[in-house]
């Protein structure tokens, strides 16, 4: 038997949810100390933030990424990332309880792409797994990160900011994916 | 003023959100931390790489 929906963006079920993936709202990341997505509906369980040649303006940071429900938060991460590059070889980043960090920047011409994937595991659990590329004159590199993070509640935000909060963006977009 | 970049999914609006004046008391010391950390980092590396003392 074939169903076909025809004539409708999205099918959404009795929970609310919409079936597929819904694509968010691509925004310029040209600006501002932190890029925020807000209103996430309760039944997400898998969200995929892309970077596409993001650029922080000054200093030299990771950009990181926090989650939270209500408003963001900056506790009970465990995580980190590391990359690979020609040099170094391969780079460690220290583990912060405070943020996801998804890609270091090495100089402030350098952009950031790349995908990072937040899943659903269990009550408020969510798990993060992606990779970046970091375009870089002579030391291009491949950042990849893992982690967990438990929110206080249903996640409803999720923020793109750098690890010392003082930066402000100034190249590239961002976007998600949810469903 | 500093702000940041709020996009709400659900209606697809983007908004430009200024810092409160606490968020933004609290950026400028952390931006003067940076900077003084930075300077003396820049310090120590020009002690480390003078020259010993003769004599």
Known sequence: ?179 | MTHRIEVNVETGVTTQVEYTAEEQAAYDAAVAQQAAEQAAAEEAARLEAQPPAQG
């Open chain 1, 1 to 179: 038997m074939t169903t076909t929906i025809d004539g409708s963006a999205s099918v959404t079920i009795n929970s609310g949810a919409i079936l597929g993936i819904t694509s968010g709202t691509a925004v310029a990341s040209t600006s501002g100390t932190s890029i925020d997505f807000t209103s996430i509906p309760s039944w997400v369980k898998r969200i995929t933030v892309m970077l596409i040649g993001v650029s922080t303006s000054t200093n030299v940071p990771n950009v990181s990424l926090q989650i939270g429900s209500g408003s963001v938060e900056a506790t009970g991460y465990v995580g980190s990332s590391a990359r690979i590059t020609n040099t170094p070889a391969a780079a460690w980043d220290s583990v912060l309880t405070t943020m996801f960090q998804i890609g270091g920047l090495n100089v402030n011409t350098d952009t950031l792409s790349g995908t990072a994937i937040l899943s659903l595991a269990g009550s408020n659990i969510w798990t993060l797994t992606g990779n970046t590329f970091r375009s870089s004159g002579t030391t291009p590199a491949i950042n990849f990160f893992s982690g967990t993070k438990t929110t206080s509640g249903a996640l409803d935000r999720l923020r793109i900011t750098t690890t010392n909060g003082t930066d402000t963006f100034d190249a590239g977009s961002i976007n998600i994916l949810y469903e």
